[in-house]
């Protein structure tokens, strides 16, 4: 009876409390996963399996479980020197994340519960108490810590200038501009307009509008504006499948033309193709633009580090495709969309752009084993070593015990030799790891010295080299003059142009003379080790 009794009056509190818990505990988790996307899926990938050897695996980790405070540390003030997970060893540097108290239990707790593990709760009181024990020992002092740099001095006859700072839940991937109008794609495929003279921004496509977000694991990073005024967009996203290989899912989107206001209708899908995902190193489509032939040209960046085939890895067992690795066209006047492969054995060309006289040029990220990055003169039908040959090495170096032989006859077209005095003098092209990202031709309307010369982009350093002579290599932008050497081979003076950045990702040309820079985040070494806030676009334009 006293049993009944104590039920029918605790029953209506204990049960409400206890939804109450349930929906907390779920309500952490939905967060938790949305600034995993934005903070963490960039080194350890949608399904939280990390880069081997480089990044350690987050789904199904004993790190987490076993070193639970270290783990809030490493959110709070970073991570450097060895740590072990799962019984392999990684020495790398992981930045502090610009993340308060509920928001790191938010993400351990997505981390903890969905990825294949089962940890106990974190709570924002736990945090807290981690927190205050570090370099940074408030959230505030961290965010103080990640204050925007001063802007770097300009060349000379240029002036530059901050024209907006991204909203802080949103990290800009790629710009595209006409008709002094500018849009920029984020990682998680909003699209903002914007006018570069006041620095007004407005999201006009939001993810919710075209892609599945339930699916997770998006990853956007290129856009353009057509021919007729449309917006085209490329997405990549990660097709988990009970009992099979996961699957990279591509997509080339386009929406109705663009309105005065800068606004687009609704981005339907135009293209779609999948191929076996490659884990750590999928790097998926990215840049696309129409070449002088009125055609798109799309990257599609390579699956692997060196052209592996992973074992005991729930990614598909096999190197590269056909699909990846290469530069595809499409002629839009085709009834339906079919990839022409324009050439192969480029890693990731993550940017590229035809100078004056019509000449395609992409520039490439190098594998982990500290090969030269590279900017290739792309020629039709021609192959540029990956995964057999990097940079101008001979076929005989092989990086990796895995390098593959080439097929037999295989000729390979060498990158473009960089004469210096910077961005790697002596090399074909880059110092390793400094990420070249994107590019543009600067034209006539331009002085010098950017006139009749590429400008590139380089995101820089990612790896453990942070405590080498390669700690800081990239986050610049660099100018270079290209000379013609005979069969496709270039070479190229290479200077500084602004140094340093924000980690650089993208530049576009705006007027005559006149570039916006996106910054990806704010933290413009490796060094300091501070992590991912949104960045900002600055100006750079003539007298």
Not at 460 to 467: D, H, M, Y
Not at 487 to 494: E, F, L, N, S, Y
Request: net charge neutral; charged share 20%; proline share 9%.
């Amino acid at each position: 009876m006293l049993h009944q009794r104590l039920s029918s009056v605790l029953l209506p509190v204990i049960l409400p409390f206890a939804q109450w818990c349930a929906a907390a505990e779920t309500d952490s988790k939905e967060r938790g996963a949305g600034i995993y996307v934005q903070k963490c899926q960039v080194c350890h990938q949608a399904g939280g399996g990390g880069v081997p050897n480089v990044f350690p695996p987050l789904a199904a980790s004993d790190f987490l479980a076993k070193e639970r405070e270290r783990a809030i540390k490493a959110l709070c003030e970073g991570m450097t020197g060895r740590i072990t997970v799962n019984g392999v060893t990684y020495d790398g540097q992981m930045p502090a994340q610009a993340l308060d108290d509920r928001s790191v239990a938010d993400v351990l707790n997505y981390v903890g519960s969905e990825l294949g593990n089962k940890v106990p709760e974190f709570t924002e009181k736990e945090v807290s108490e981690v927190r205050a024990k570090t370099k940074f020992p408030t959230y505030s002092k961290l965010v103080a810590a990640m204050e925007f740099a001063p802007l770097p001095r300009p060349p000379e006859g240029f002036a530059i200038r901050e024209v907006v700072r991204l909203p802080d839940d949103e990290f800009g991937t790629r710009m595209a501009a006409r008709n002094g109008r500018v849009w920029m794609l984020t990682q998680k495929g909003s699209v903002f307009s914007l006018d570069p003279v006041s620095g007004a921004m407005e999201r006009v496509i939001a993810p919710a509008d075209y892609l599945d977000l339930s699916r997770g694991g998006v990853q956007c990073t290129g856009i353009a504006v057509g021919p007729d005024g449309a917006l085209w967009l490329t997405s990549n996203q990660e097709q988990r499948r009970k009992d099979a290989f996961p699957l990279n899912e591509v997509v080339i989107w386009r929406t109705p033309p663009v309105g005065a206001d800068g606004k687009a209708g609704k981005p339907v899908a135009w293209f779609r193709s999948t191929y076996p995902h490659g884990g750590g190193f999928n790097h998926g489509v990215s840049h696309l633009a129409f070449g002088p032939d009125g055609k798109l040209y799309v990257s599609s960046g390579s699956r692997t580090d060196g052209g592996e085939k992973p074992k005991n890895h729930p990614d598909s067992p096999v190197g590269e495709v056909d699909a990846t690795a290469a530069i595809w066209r499409f002629d839009l006047n085709d009834a339906q969309p079919q990839i022409a492969t324009v050439a192969r054995g480029l890693r990731n060309p993550y940017g590229f752009a035809w100078d004056g006289a019509g000449n395609l040029f992409s520039v490439s990220n190098g594998p982990d084993a500290n090969a030269p990055e590279e900017m290739d003169h792309i020629l039709e039908g021609r192959h540029y070593g990956f995964p057999y040959q990097f940079s101008d090495w001979s076929v005989e170096k092989k990086p990796y015990p895995h390098t593959p032989e080439p097929p037999p006859g295989l000729k390979f077209t060498l990158p473009v030799k960089n004469l210096g005095p910077d961005g790697g003098a002596g090399l074909a092209t880059f110092e390793p790891h400094s990420c070249p990202a994107g590019m543009i031709w600067c034209g006539e309307d331009f002085p010098e010295p950017l006139r009749n010369s590429f400008l590139v982009t380089r995101y820089g350093n990612l790896l453990a080299e942070s405590r080498t002579s390669l700690a800081d290599s990239g986050f610049d932008v660099l100018s270079m003059k290209l000379t013609p050497s005979g069969d496709g081979a270039w070479t190229a003076r290479t200077t500084t142009v602004l140094a340093p950045l924000g980690r650089p990702i993208d530049v576009v040309q705006t007027a005559p003379g006149t570039v916006l820079i996106l910054e990806y985040t704010r933290p413009t070494n490796m060094r300091d080790g501070l992590g991912w806030m949104p960045g900002r676009i600055i100006e750079l334009r003539k007298r």
